[in-house]
C-alpha cells in the first residue's frame, strides 16, 4: 500500500488569479493515478468551488492564506482545502443547494452541492473567527489495482 | 487572464461568445462584456455559445442566472449552445437546463429564440 | 507594485513522480505573468532540476519532504526549492559543470549549470546532515510593464 | 507516466523514439527499453528521435551520454533527429551537440549513420 500512498501541500494568497493554479496543481498531482477525462473534470471543478470560497467568503476583507493538502492512497484521493477567515455560523444552513451569502455577488450557492456530486464525501468543520476546513474524498474507478 | 469573451449581434439576438475557464477570477470579464452588449443592443434576448469553454464552476453558473433573471423581467429570453462535455454536465446538475435551454449550434439556437 | 505580488508555497514527498507535478505546478503559478513559452520552458526545467536533486541527492535512502516556494513581484519571479536532507560538502565544487557524486546513477553534473543557465541568479545554502536550499531568481522580459 | 520509448531496428540502425517528457522519474524506462533493443541487435548504431519529445531536464542528458559512451567503445555511432526547440537548446547548452550530429529527420539521419 505505502508504494501507491502520496502527499502535497499547497498554500497560496487568497487572491482570485490563484484559482486556476490551485486546479491545475491539484490536476497535475492526481494525474499520477490516471484518473478518466471526467474524474478529473470533477476534482478540478471540487477544487475550484472549495478554494473559490475560501478566497471570497473566507476572507472577504483582506488576503489571507488558502491550504490544500492532496493525498493519494490507493485508488483513493483526500483533498483538504483551509482558510483561517471568517469561518461559518450555521455549516448545515451553508451546505443547502441554492443557499448563499452574498447574492449581491450574484453566487449561485451552488458551490457545496457541486463539491458533494463530485466527491463520495465532504465534511465541512467550521468556527466562526477561526476558518473553514472542507474535507473530499473520492475513489477513482479508472485506477489500476493495486497489487500489494 | 485564460479566458477570452466576445459579444455580437446576430439578428437581434446578442451572442456572447466564450473561450477558455470561467471560474470566479475570469466571470467579471464576462458580466461587463456581456452587460454592456444587452444595454447596447437595447435587446433581451442572449445567447450563450460556449463550445470552447473547457472549464466552468458555480461562478459561471452565477453569471449565466444573474442574466437570466435580468432578462425575464424585461420578457426577453434566453440560451445555450454547444456545451462541452463538463460544462453541460454542471448545467444538467444544477438544474439550468430545466430553465434554459440548449441547443447544439449557434444558427439553430437564433432561429428558436427569434421564433417565440 | 503590491497588486502585482503573489505567493505560493508547494510541499510533496520526495517521490520521483513528483518532478512532473512541481513543474507543473510552478508554470501554472508563474502562468500569470504571461511569460514566453521558451521563457516557461526554461523556469520547468531549472525547476525540474533542483527538484530531482533534491530528491535524488538530497533524501538518498528513503522518503522526506520537498519544499517550493514560489514569489511572483512585478516581472521578477523568485523560486526557492529545499530540502531537509543530507546537505553538500562543498557547494563551489558541487556548482562545477559536470561535477557529478553520484556517476553510478548515470548523472551528467549538469543540473547546477542549467538551473544557473536558464535563471538571472542561482544561490545554494547548505549545511551537510541539515539540508539545502537553491534559490533561483530570473526576470521575465515579456512582463507587462507595472505602472504604480 | 507521462513518457512513451519504442525502439525498433531501420537498416542496421537502432530508432529510439521518444514521446512525452524525459526527466529522472521517466528516464529508467527509456534505459531499459533502449539497451534491450541495442543488446537485440548487436549493433552500435544507435539514432534518438526525438521530435515528439515535449521537455527534457539533465536525467535526459545523463541517459543519452550513457548510451553515447557504450557505443563509443564498440566503435559504434549515435546521433539524434528532429528535436524541438527546447530540447535542442538543453543539447546545446550542456555541449551534447559537439560530440553527437544532430538532424533534421529519421531517413537523413540514418543514411548518414550508415555512411561511416
Ligand atoms: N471558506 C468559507 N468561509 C466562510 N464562509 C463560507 C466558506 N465556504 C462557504 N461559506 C458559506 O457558505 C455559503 C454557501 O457556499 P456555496 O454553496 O459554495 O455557495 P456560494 O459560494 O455560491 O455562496 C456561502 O455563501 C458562505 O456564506
Ligand atoms: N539537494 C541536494 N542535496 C544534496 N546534494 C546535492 C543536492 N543538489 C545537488 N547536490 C550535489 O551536487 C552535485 C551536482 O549536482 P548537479 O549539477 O545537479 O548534477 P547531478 O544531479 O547530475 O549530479 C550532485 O551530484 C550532488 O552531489
Redesign the interface.
Known amino acids: 500500500m505505502s508504494a501507491r500512498r502520496?502527499?502535497?501541500?499547497?498554500?497560496?494568497?487568497s487572491?482570485?488569479?490563484?484559482?486556476?493554479?490551485a486546479?491545475?496543481?491539484v490536476a497535475?498531482?492526481v494525474?499520477?493515478l490516471d484518473p478518466t477525462v471526467?474524474e478529473l473534470?470533477e476534482i478540478?471543478?471540487a477544487v475550484?468551488?472549495a478554494v473559490?470560497n475560501a478566497?471570497?467568503h473566507g476572507y472577504p476583507d483582506g488576503e489571507g492564506l488558502v491550504a490544500v493538502t492532496c493525498t493519494l492512497d490507493g485508488d483513493t484521493v483526500e483533498i483538504v482545502v483551509e482558510d483561517r477567515g471568517c469561518g461559518i455560523e450555521d455549516v448545515e444552513l451553508a451546505r443547502r443547494p441554492m443557499y448563499t451569502s452574498r447574492p449581491d455577488?450574484?453566487?449561485?450557492?451552488?458551490?457545496f452541492?457541486?463539491m458533494e456530486?463530485f466527491s463520495d464525501r465532504v465534511d465541512v468543520i467550521s468556527r466562526p473567527g477561526e476558518g473553514t476546513r472542507v474535507r473530499m474524498v473520492k475513489r477513482l474507478q479508472s485506477s489500476a489495482p493495486t497489487f500489494d | 487572464m485564460n479566458l477570452a469573451v466576445e459579444a455580437v449581434q446576430v439578428s437581434g439576438v446578442v451572442v456572447a461568445r466564450l473561450r477558455g475557464e470561467l471560474d470566479h477570477h475570469t466571470s467579471e470579464a464576462v458580466r461587463e462584456c456581456v452587460d454592456a452588449a444587452l444595454e447596447e443592443a437595447g435587446s433581451p434576448f442572449l445567447l450563450w455559445n460556449l463550445a470552447e469553454l473547457s472549464f466552468m464552476d458555480s461562478s459561471g453558473l452565477g453569471v449565466l442566472l444573474g442574466r437570466y433573471r435580468r432578462i425575464s423581467q424585461q420578457k426577453g429570453k434566453m440560451a445555450v449552445c454547444g456545451p462541452t462535455a463538463p460544462v453541460r454536465r454542471l448545467l444538467e446538475l444544477s438544474g439550468v437546463l430545466s430553465i434554459v435551454p440548449v441547443y447544439d449550434d449557434e444558427t439553430t439556437a437564433i432561429a428558436a429564440l427569434r421564433e417565440a
Open positions: 502520496n502527499y502535497m501541500r499547497l498554500e497560496f494568497a487572491r482570485s488569479e490563484n484559482e486556476s493554479f486546479r491545475v496543481a497535475a498531482f494525474a499520477q471526467e473534470a478540478k471543478t475550484s468551488e473559490t478566497i471570497i455577488l450574484e453566487r449561485s450557492g451552488m458551490g452541492t457541486i456530486s
